[in-house]
């Protein structure tokens, strides 16, 4: 059984940066592939950004275009989300998942079979 740890959430004011963490235990990370979520009050869980196995194809979501950077390190199990120029929107709960079906860049939350408890990510100032 996966078991995904998300890490690195926090209060940020706007502009500001963090690195959130997703670590794996129980099997080994590259056998999936790996997305981040997230969700804010009132509103649907909407996916984020997603990696293939190998780390070689990514996708964004165009909100988070060109400020948010997903990458892996398949040695030590954990999959990370480096989050810039943060926003006010980007506030809410930042879910990593993993689907055994590898690559599933349409962000269906069905297509994903293990999913961590999130970490809270706060924009404000």
């Known amino acids: 059984q996966l078991q995904l740890v998300e890490s690195g959430g926090g209060l940020v004011q706007p502009g500001g940066s963090l690195r959130l963490s997703c670590a794996a235990s129980?099997?080994?990370?590259?056998?999936?592939?790996i997305a981040w979520f997230r969700q804010a009050p009132g509103k649907e869980r909407e996916g984020v950004s997603c990696?293939?196995?190998?780390?070689?194809?990514?996708t964004y979501a165009d909100s988070v275009k060109g400020r948010f950077t997903i990458s892996r390190d398949n040695a030590k199990n954990t999959v990370y989300l480096q989050v810039n120029s943060l926003k006010p929107e980007d506030t809410g709960v930042y879910y990593c998942a993993a689907s055994v079906r590898g690559y599933v860049p349409s962000f269906r939350t069905e297509a994903y079979d293990y999913w961590g408890q999130g970490t809270q990510v706060t924009v404000s100032s």
């Open positions: 990696i293939s196995r190998s780390g070689g194809t990514t």
């Open positions: 129980g099997r080994t990370l590259d056998y999936y592939g």
